[in-house]
């Protein structure tokens, strides 16, 4: 069956209803914000359980449930490995950051640096900030876009328009309040969804094969391997990269991007505040690794049915009008043998002795697609559209399409389009609040009135959506679009960390030498990212550290040539 004729009237009318839903009620419930208070902070009367769905629904955005499951299909549950940092990062932040946020008052988390340090550098940690959130921000956009317009054939232009236009309008309306009390409908739609994906999965496995028997299959394919204590730096996931790097990583991220502290900024009390994050801590784990099973049982679920040899589905016309069909066609011709053999050697669930048997399979099999990827890129490197050859991001998508009955795909395709407004509107929401507060608002020398703040952060977010939607315009798909965000971040966020943890901590450091420290640290992060020489996760403990010991360097050494001097007049 066509993709095209899949997507029926009534799924339409689910995926719309779900959205207009979406937008009306957040421009609705906060059409009355008047004052900076209300506008960005959300009048600071948050429910806790609104916190932890607001700051969940942030982190989890439509990259999330494309790639996650993608990732599993093809590398299994060692991805969660990822979030071990998380629990312990929410428990420091609750302790530490929290309450002197809340102490304080501040809108934003980089007013606080201008007390302990100076304007410079908290105009800096801001602008760091600002860059690689607005890039984040277009590539929530894009990520779903790009799958969705691939898949069902949309256009991709106007595609980055809606998702944008439609976060536009309830955020410029409602602020940080339409954000939180739409991303709890968001929160909902998207654990039902997966629920239901995951039994309709379960569902249409042959009779006799049980979730037991699914893990098993699973397991003699190597998906199953969730814990890796390897300390090979080659290996991004590994139990002390998300425990070390993960916890840098998820500090940085929950305790410095205004994206997230504004989410518990407002909280109606620290404690509100502390119980929401505390929530997201217990919760996310748990969340990430059922959507990777998801995506395991999806791998399951093809071993018993046909799976295409790359699950871009611009890919087969690509290659049927290039000079590699032939070649292509060999590779396919023995995919499809493997897949028939494995069928017969899982009928009846996995006997130990068959276990190696399927394994040399799969490795063959791997050997076929990496093949397939080759010819691909080939094509992509004479043609004047880019093709994607990595299929990571549209497993899930696929199986949706061509395995759900009418009225779920919409229900789906409602859940990957709310995941994508909810992380995008929080994008916007923090991008605007430090562009008005941070830059605008500290260096505009008149006194203005709160109107005037509030008219001028929804310019702010106005712009930084239209921002966003260029940038979305403009990307191009990455070797997975999860990690891709995930980079952006560890580029920057270790840096901004280590600055917050010298105002916290080391009470001797001043501005100059941290702001000094921050640029030299941020120059050596994109050295050491450009020539690859660690993974990613590192680059957000290595900048933490860079930037604290530099700076302590700096001002030591400031302070030694200072009493040297008042010896020498002494």
Known sequence: MEIESKLHVIDW????????????????VTRKNSSVTDYIKGGNDTKWWTIGLSVMATQASAITFLSTPGQAFHSGMGFVQFYFGLPIAMIIICVVFIPIYHKLKVY?????LEGRFDLKTRSLAAILFLIQRGLAAGITIFAPAIILSAVLDWDLLILNIIIGFLVIIYTVSGGTKAVNVTQKQQMIIIFLGMLIAFYMIMSQLPADITFKKAIDIAGASGKMEVLDFSFDLNNRYTVWTGFIGGTFLMLSYFGTDQSQVQRYLSGKSIRESQLGLIFNGLLKVPMQFFILLVGVMVFVFYQFNTSPLNFNPKVDDAVANSKYAAEYAILQKEHIDIENRKKILLSDGVQRSEKEVIK???????????????IIDKIDATSMEKIESNDKDYVFIHFILHNLPRGLIGLLLAVILSAAMSSTAS??????????????????????????????????????????????????????LIQLVNIIGSIFYGNVLGIFLLAFFVKFVKGNAVFIAAVITQIIIFIVFYMDWLPYLWLNLLGCILVMTIATVIQSFKLNKEQLRDEKDN
């Open 108 to 112: 934003t988390a980089y007013e606080f």
């Open 360 to 374: 040399s399979l799969n490795e063959r099999d791997l050997e076929i697609k990496a093949s397939a990827k080759d």
């Open 427 to 480: 994008e916007l929401n923090a991008l605007a609040s430090t562009t008005a507060i941070d830059l605008y608002k500290r260096n505009v020398k008149s006194l203005k009135s709160e109107e005037h703040y509030v008219k001028a952060s929804k310019w702010f977010t106005l712009a930084w959506g239209i921002l966003a939607i260029l940038v979305a315009c403009v990307a191009n798909l990455f070797d997975n």
């Open 13 to 28: 009318i689910v995926l719309s209803i779900t959205l207009i839903f979406i937008v009306v009620y957040g421009t609705y």
